[in-house]
């Protein structure tokens, strides 16, 4: 099957086929929105099938997380690294939106837009919610502090900021994306807020007071005459887009197991990351949720602080870090690795109500004899098929692992399910059927032709 066919099956599905019209109470007459969540620790892969599905999509939403997250793309001998803006954007019929539930860096955005209209990419129609929080210069020095003073207790944060600009949302200190553009509200907030983050950063921290001028006149000068015009109501946006019976992607940062209620808290992100964050992220209702699709890699990658049952270390971990380019797009870390973990699956299929899964990175396992896969854990005798909620269990199971043979073939050429040999199959069926949930499409390699649409029932 080729590449547009794969394209085609995993992006019209269950909802183009629907019928389109008003909606009446009490009746489902379609389901437009799709969202794309990651199933493990991030890093799966999800730009580039937000990439794929992006062709048929009208709108594309990120509902949560800023810019710690790094979603990369390689198309035309390009690679994009996007922080920010929604993958769509390199799609002309694409309005690219940052939904409410996304922390944003004013100065991050504007350069991702030079970096991307500099390769000639069109930024115009990108649309800002609002409501989005900013992410104040304060927010980047608490984040750095915090971790400094957590010591080897520290979460290992991307320092962007995201946390600290969270925190505020939650505790109602926060600036938002219309702050900027009415001077005086913005100046009033930034006062209230600077007092006790100066206060802080002085007699906590040990650091200088933060200068609010200087804050505002770049937020004020600077950033807002070129954000304003991108400024807008995102929900109505995606409620118009609903009535036309338009499709809409809503695409996730980070993935569920760094979700700040589903993952492994404290090591997790300040956001929701899980399908349910992206109502809340881009004011949709569940019931307009579509398609599910998680995305898992072949193995595991975990960057930060946090437990990790099945991780790898030595020559195996130096193989898939090599093989996998395994180094934080963002952050430049190295990743720690590990076996795929179906314990993991079944729980992101239980809290994202899953529909199917892409998994990605197939090829980075082709030169391994023996492929491991940990089917549950134990802990005090106990077998867990799901992850133990308590936080030291979790750090204490032992992974019970299944080893199935390698393929030790090159599959980065594997157009179609046929190309697959038996034994990279069997791997792949093993793991829906241990998760529970079909897998529709494998990655063999980075460039975006390089999917293979397999449709693997659990
Ligand atoms: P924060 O989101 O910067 O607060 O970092 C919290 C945790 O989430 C840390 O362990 C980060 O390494 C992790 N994290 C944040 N964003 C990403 C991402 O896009 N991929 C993988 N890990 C991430």
Redesign the pocket.
């Known amino acids: 099957m080729s590449q547009c066919v794969s394209a085609h099956r995993l992006s019209t599905g269950s909802y183009t086929d629907q019928p389109k019209g008003p909606f009446r109470a009490g009746e489902r007459t379609r389901l437009s929105a799709t969202v794309v969540v990651g199933t493990q ?3 799966e892969g999800k730009g580039k099938l937000t990439d794929l599905l992006a062709r048929d999509m009208d709108l594309v939403v990120r509902y949560q ?2 810019h ?3 979603h990369t793309i390689v198309t035309g001998g390009d690679t994009f690294a996007l922080q920010l803006i929604p993958s769509g954007v390199l799609y002309p019929h694409i309005t690219p939106i940052i939904g409410n539930g996304v922390v944003v860096d004013p100065g991050v955005l504007l350069s991702e837009v030079d970096t991307l209209s500099a390769k000639g990419v069109d930024c115009s129609r990108l649309r800002v919610s609002g409501n989005a929080h900013l992410i104040m210069p304060y927010h980047h020095e608490l ?1 750095r502090m915090t971790e400094r003073y957590l010591g080897k207790n520290r ?6 900021g ?2 600290p600009a969270y925190a505020d949302k939650a505790t109602r200190v926060g600036l938002r994306v219309q702050d900027l553009l009415d001077p005086k509200i913005f100046r009033q907030k930034l006062d209230v807020a600077l007092k006790e983050k100066n206060a802080v950063l002085a007699k906590v921290y040990n650091r200088l007071p933060l200068d609010g001028d200087a804050i505002a006149d770049c937020y004020l000068g600077e950033y807002a005459p070129r954000i304003e015009p991108m400024v807008d109501d995102a929900v109505a946006l995606v409620h118009q887009a609903l009535g036309a019976g338009k499709n809409i992607l809503l695409e996730g ?3 569920t197991f ?1 979700d700040l209620d589903q993952g492994t808290y404290p ?4 956001s929701n990351p899980c399908a349910g964050g992206a109502c809340t992220g881009a004011g949709i209702g569940p019931r307009e949720l579509g398609r599910i699709i998680g995305i898992a890699k072949a193995y595991v990658t ?5 437990p990790f049952p099945t991780e790898l270390d030595g020559d195996l971990a130096d193989l898939l870090v090599d093989r996998g380019h395994e180094y ?4 430049g ?1 190295r990743r720690r690795t590990g076996w795929f973990d179906t314990v993991m699956l079944r729980q992101a299929v239980r809290v994202n109500s899953l529909s199917e899964v892409a998994l990605t990175k197939l090829d980075v396992l082709d030169t391994l004899d023996a492929v491991k896969v940990c089917v549950a854990y134990e802990a005090d005798g106990v077998r867990y098929d799901f992850m133990p909620y308590h936080q030291s269990v979790l750090h204490r199971v032992t992974p019970v692992y299944e080893e199935l043979p390698g393929w030790r073939t090159d599959l980065s050429g594997a157009t179609d399910l046929s190309d697959l040999p038996t034994r990279a199959r069997d791997y792949v069926a093993f793991l829906a059927s241990q998760g529970g949930v079909p897998i529709q499409l494998v990655g063999v390699g980075p460039g975006r032709e390089q999917l293979v649409d397999i449709g693997i029932r659990d």
């Open positions: 620790w991030g890093d997380g800023g710690n997250a790094g984040d979460l290992g944060t991307t320092k962007r995201i946390g940062a980070q993935a760094l090591y997790v992100t300040s975990r960057v930060g602080s946090g934080g797009t963002n952050t870390r």
